[in-house]
Every structure is written in structure tokens, then in C-alpha cells.
């Protein structure tokens, strides 16, 4: 069945270290993909997304990086702050299908 | 300014009740979902609406029924609760059917006792 699995359900990182985040996905098919920030309390919030036709794509401090080969996915997040504390969900779709939510990774950034 | 609101942020009930959860969004989308996050904060899909129709229905109870009066609100109905339905519910929405961003509300939690 479809699954989207990560390594590590907790990273903690030191303030002004990188933080890479990672994920397993099994459905290849899956032409989408979407990394979702959750702080406490609050709902999921889309932080980059990437498109199968691409292995690369870089935002304000993020990069998602595609290997479709290992069917492997990783947000990295340069100089990690305080703010960036939450969990992180992978989630993967196929055309015209749902969006599947991976388990979730918490970051915890120490000061 | 919120672009996808839910109320109640937290309800909290007895076994065997029903109750309503409610979601509007003012972001113009045509597809609204609703998801049940569970206590290890697995989140998963369970309905999906494009343009007031039911496009995706998971494998949920039916005493859990969902309504599109428009394409700006989907509520979330609930009957007979039980104790396993405790979750945060999630209502999210996106502009169409395809790859695009979903946009998700601050979430109700749901507490059965």
C-alpha cells in the first residue's frame, strides 16, 4: 500500500546549525510532494513543495531535495532559529489522488 | 483575515453524543477537505469536496458525515460519538483538485469521555 515513512521522528539541533529532515516515500506514481510545518497548537503550514520533474528547489532558508531513484525526500533548512521548532510532515500525491501525510519529524532547536 | 477558520477550537462531549464541527475558508478555493490527526499526530485524510461533491470518501465510519452547503464551508457532522473519534480535526481547502498547496485551519480538537 501507499506509505510515507520518515528516519527520525525527533532532530534536535543547535541555533545556527542546518537541519535536514528526511523521508521515505513508496508510491511511485507520486508526482508531488509538499513538506507542511505544525507548531503546537496550530494546523499544518505548507513551507515548499516540489514537482517530480524536478530534484531540487530552494525557498527563503529551505531546500527540498527529490531522489526519485530511492524514491527519498529531504527538507533542509539553513541556520536553524528557535522559531523553526515544530513538527515536520512530508506528504506525497499522485495525479488526481489524495495527499498523504508522512508520520512527522519534531524539530527541536536548543539556544 | 483568517483564510480557513473552524469552530469549536475544542469540544468536548460524552460517549454517544452528536455533534457538529464547522469550516469556512475566504480564499476563493473550490475543494475543501477535512482530516483527523491522532495522538501521535498521524495525520489523514477523510473527505474531500470539489465544488459542493464528495470526491474522495475514506474508509470512515458513516456516522461521520460531511456537508458542502457552498463552496465556502464544509461541515463536519458526527453521530454516536465514541471514544476512539478524540482527535484533532483538521479542515483544510485548495484552489482545484491538482497539485496545489492545501491550506489547513487551526484544527478542533475533540474530546469524548
Known amino acids: 500500500g501507499e506509505s510515507v515513512g520518515l528516519h527520525l521522528p525527533t532532530l534536535s539541533v543547535q541555533e545556527g546549525d542546518n537541519s535536514i529532515i528526511n523521508c521515505a516515500y513508496s508510491?511511485?506514481?507520486?508526482?508531488?510532494f509538499i513538506w507542511y510545518k505544525q507548531e503546537s497548537g496550530k494546523g499544518p503550514q505548507f513551507i515548499i513543495d516540489i514537482r517530480s520533474n524536478m530534484d531540487k528547489r530552494q525557498g527563503q532558508r529551505v531546500t527540498v531535495l527529490l531522489n526519485k531513484t530511492v524514491k527519498h525526500l529531504s527538507l533542509q533548512i539553513a541556520a536553524t532559529q528557535p522559531g523553526d521548532s515544530a513538527v515536520y510532515f512530508c506528504a506525497e500525491k499522485s495525479r488526481g489522488g489524495k495527499l498523504i501525510f508522512g508520520q512527522g519529524t519534531e524539530l527541536s532547536v536548543k539556544p | 483575515d483568517t483564510a480557513v477558520s473552524q469552530t469549536p477550537k475544542y469540544l468536548v462531549t460524552q460517549m454517544g453524543n452528536d455533534k457538529s464541527i464547522k469550516c469556512e475558508q475566504n480564499l476563493g478555493h473550490d475543494t475543501m477537505y477535512w482530516y483527523k490527526q491522532d495522538s501521535k499526530k498521524f495525520l489523514k485524510i477523510m473527505f474531500s469536496y470539489n465544488n459542493k461533491e464528495l470526491i474522495i470518501n475514506e474508509t470512515v465510519p458513516n456516522r461521520f458525515s460531511p456537508k458542502s452547503p457552498d463552496k465556502a464551508h464544509l461541515n463536519l457532522h458526527i453521530n454516536s460519538l465514541e471514544l476512539g473519534d478524540s482527535a484533532v480535526y483538521f479542515c483544510?481547502?485548495?484552489?482545484?483538485?491538482?497539485?496545489?498547496?492545501?491550506?489547513f485551519g487551526p484544527g478542533t480538537r475533540l474530546t469524548v469521555t
Open positions: 508510491n511511485s506514481a507520486s508526482d508531488y
Open positions: 483544510a481547502s485548495s484552489q482545484g483538485t491538482g497539485n496545489n498547496e492545501q491550506y
